[in-house]
């Protein structure tokens, strides 16, 4: 089985549990950056997920290393601008934080994957 991804979480102070959402940051950014968002959502019967992602060179940004979910090389239209495996990975991390929240207990049809930028990229590719 694939370590999991470090994550902050959330948990429901209302019960039963609705809900997971999985919420993915951007480019360069951390796990608690929509954390502030969570209050003014009025879900506390959601747990919030916001998984961190590894810290890797981007090759667009210089070579720097920083939270990325996936090497961006280029801007350009070409079939290699961003790395096929490195996306691979996360999806396969990001399918098994889904995993966890089923064996919660939480029903496939009630996880949301949310994300920004990158980490919305990601979002969509996954689902």
């Known amino acids: 089985m694939t370590e999991l991804l470090s994550c902050f979480e959330i948990?429901?102070?209302v019960t039963p549990q609705l809900g997971s959402v999985i919420w993915m940051h951007g480019?360069?950014?951390t796990s608690q950056?929509?954390?502030p968002v969570v209050p003014y959502?009025?879900?506390p019967e959601v747990r919030f997920v916001f998984p961190q992602a590894p810290s890797n060179?981007?090759?667009l940004n210089g070579g720097m290393t920083m939270p990325s979910w996936y090497d961006i090389r280029t801007l350009a239209e070409t079939p290699n601008r961003e790395s096929e495996t490195d996306i691979r990975k996360t999806a396969q991390d990001i399918e098994a934080l889904i995993e966890r929240e089923k064996e919660r207990g939480v029903p496939a049809n009630?996880?949301?994957l949310a994300g920004f930028?990158?980490?919305g990229a990601?979002?969509?590719h996954v689902a």
């Open 57 to 59: 060179p981007v090759t």
């Open 122 to 124: 990601i979002a969509m």
């Open 11 to 13: 948990e429901p102070t």
């Open 33 to 35: 950056d929509f954390v």
């Open 27 to 29: 480019l360069g950014a």
């Open 110 to 112: 009630k996880i949301i």
């Open 117 to 119: 930028s990158q980490g």
């Open 41 to 43: 959502l009025h879900l």
